[in-house]
């Protein structure tokens, strides 16, 4: 071992004692300290050897019913004093450890029923969470002002076309309370989301504002039109619901996202097959309709101007309202003139019992006659009669193979998966 080497080791060993030796001075340093902060001159009456503590005379409180200060007060049961109820000039008989009879006394007036536990919402529930229901239900498709609350809660959380999501709550919530919460998550992607409260009347119901709730129920819809349900969605859906159920002191019980996804594309794939659109036409059989004349025609016939330059038939006969079909004028809204007119109807969209192609190609027929048209395939080719009854035979078979999928044509379920 050279010497540098020991001139190192000995060094090394140097420091070790002197970190040693200075760890132990801080040690001792703060011991004494303590010591010094603890040390008193007073002496434990608590520790002292042979000697007694002081009895420390005790006297609980009473009620001194006389004036005089010094005069002994014995504590007494309370009693009824006969005395003070008999005449003056009349004495009691004394009476031998027997009780005095107590004097008639009037009847008690009944106890006044308790009170309701939230007598102030349960008015303002009776009128404002109805007109509240009656909100929720004009916009959800296929529903109607007035129907029942458990019926319009399984229309906003259906088992067979949302994801459900069960929210856990601790305590029982109020509507007002959790509404603006659950406003900022309406939609992922182009799905709705729809909340429903099992209320305190025992009953799933839309949240509104005066309910009271004790489980929550969130649903997403799993398919549209256009696309399922994919696990970009469902991940920013359950990431955004995690954060609202923090602040309204929910717990989410989040399905898993395979079986999601699967249910999903199954749902997707039968509207994808049953999103089917019927179209008749009529070709001027002359000169092209001027736009003004026509509008006019239309009107008579009962179609509904929309904003966007095309007409809808209202279904008057059915009770949440509607469109049977509508008819597109097949120009841009400045056009002046147009020689084609479409009549279109969603066949989805529209129940078997409304009948919405007997009606459409009725109405077609009638306008034929005003307007001098004939009725048209895409290909201009003259739609006969024939024809049209195979079409509608053909609709017929639609309409059974959605009963078989318990989605019916025109139902609630059907409107928000085709609209």
């Known amino acids: 071992m050279t010497d540098f080497q020991m001139s190192l080791i000995a060094a090394g060993g140097v420091f070790v004692v002197g970190v040693i030796t200075y760890n132990k001075w801080q040690e001792y340093k703060a011991r004494k300290s303590v010591e010094r902060a603890f040390a008193s001159d007073h002496d434990d009456v608590l520790m002292r050897d042979g000697e007694q503590v002081p009895a420390v005379d005790r006297h609980e409180p009473v009620l001194e019913a006389g004036l005089d200060d010094k005069a002994p007060v014995l504590a007494k049961e309370p009693v009824l004093d006969a005395d003070a109820f008999a005449p003056a000039d009349v004495k009691p008989e004394p009476q031998l450890d027997t009780p005095a009879p107590t004097p008639a006394a009037a009847p008690a007036p009944a106890p006044a029923p308790a009170a309701p536990v939230t007598p102030p919402a349960t008015s303002y529930r009776a009128a404002g969470a109805s007109a509240a229901q009656d909100a929720v239900a004009a916009s959800l498709p296929g529903t109607r002002p007035g129907m029942p609350a458990a019926e319009l809660a399984e229309c906003l959380v259906d088992p067979l076309i949302d994801c459900l999501i069960p929210l856990s709550l601790e305590t029982p919530v109020r509507g007002d309370k959790i509404l603006p919460a659950l406003q900022t998550l309406r939609r992922v992607g182009n799905k709705p989301i729809h909340y429903i409260g099992f209320a305190v009347s025992g009953e799933w119901e839309p949240i509104v504002h005066?309910?009271?709730?004790?489980?929550?129920?969130?649903?997403?819809?799993?398919a549209t039109r256009t696309t399922a349900l994919n696990e970009l969605e469902y991940s920013e859906l359950v990431t955004r619901l995690r954060a609202v159920a923090d602040e309204i002191g929910a717990e989410p019980e989040v399905p898993d996202m395979i079986e999601v996804m699967a249910e999903a594309r199954i749902l997707h794939r039968f509207v994808a097959g049953h999103d089917a659109q019927l179209g008749v036409n009529l070709a001027a059989n002359g000169a092209p309709w001027a736009m003004s004349t026509l509008i006019g025609a239309l009107e008579n016939a009962g179609f509904d101007v929309r904003p966007d330059?095309?007409?809808?038939?209202?279904?008057?006969?059915?009770?949440?309202g509607g469109v049977l079909f509508t008819l597109s004028t097949n120009v841009t809204l400045g056009a002046d003139t147009t020689s084609r007119l479409t009549l279109l109807l969603d066949v989805p969209c529209v129940a078997p019992a409304r009948d919405g192609f007997g009606r459409m190609v009725e109405t077609a027929r009638g306008l034929t006659q005003r307007l001098d048209a004939t009725i048209v395939d895409d290909f201009d080719q003259p739609l006969v009669d024939e024809a049209l009854d195979e079409i509608k035979s053909q609709v017929g078979e639609f309409y059974q193979e959605m009963d078989a999928a318990d989605i019916p044509a025109g139902s609630t379920r059907a409107l928000r998966l085709f609209s």
């Open 309 to 320: 330059g095309r007409f809808a038939m209202p279904d008057k006969e059915s009770a949440g």
């Open 210 to 222: 005066g309910g009271v709730y004790t489980k929550l129920q969130a649903g997403v819809q799993m």
